[in-house]
Nanobody
Framework: VQLVESGGGLVQPGGSLRLSCAASGITFSISRMGWYRQAPGKPRGLVASITGYGSTNYADSVKGRFTISRDDAKSTVYLQMNNLKPEDTAVYYC??????WGQGTQVTVSS
């Protein structure tokens, strides 16, 4: 199984980024996919998840700002992040089936 994240970077407060995670080696269409993040000195925590049926779940801190979506034809899950805040700064990790992890992508929100 391979999960490859992309789309991280440096953005100013109030800006937007879209993260992508391309999966291979799993039956993507039936897999629950998730985005997690870890800031320095803090534990890794769930940002958003989406089931194979399209049901979504979000951390309270990102509700209304972030949107998770999936394209089963491309075996890719996305995280659209709007109105970014400095406290969103972290390494963002893609997860498949609560088991496999990507390598992470850095998101830095700073002016």
């Amino acid at each position: 199984v391979q999960l490859v994240e992309s789309g991280g970077g440096l953005v100013q407060p109030g800006g937007s980024l879209r993260l992508s995670c391309a999966a291979s080696g799993i039956t993507f269409s039936i897999s629950r996919m998730g985005w997690y993040r870890q800031a320095p000195g803090k534990p890794r925590g769930l940002v958003a998840s989406i089931t194979g049926y399209g049901s979504t779940n979000y951390a309270d801190s990102v509700k209304g700002r972030f949107t998770i979506s999936r394209d089963d034809a491309k075996s890719t899950v996305y995280l659209q992040m709007n109105n970014l805040k400095p406290e969103d700064t972290a390494v963002y990790y893609c997860n498949a089936r609560d088991f496999w992890w990507g390598q992470g992508t850095q998101v830095t929100v700073s002016s």
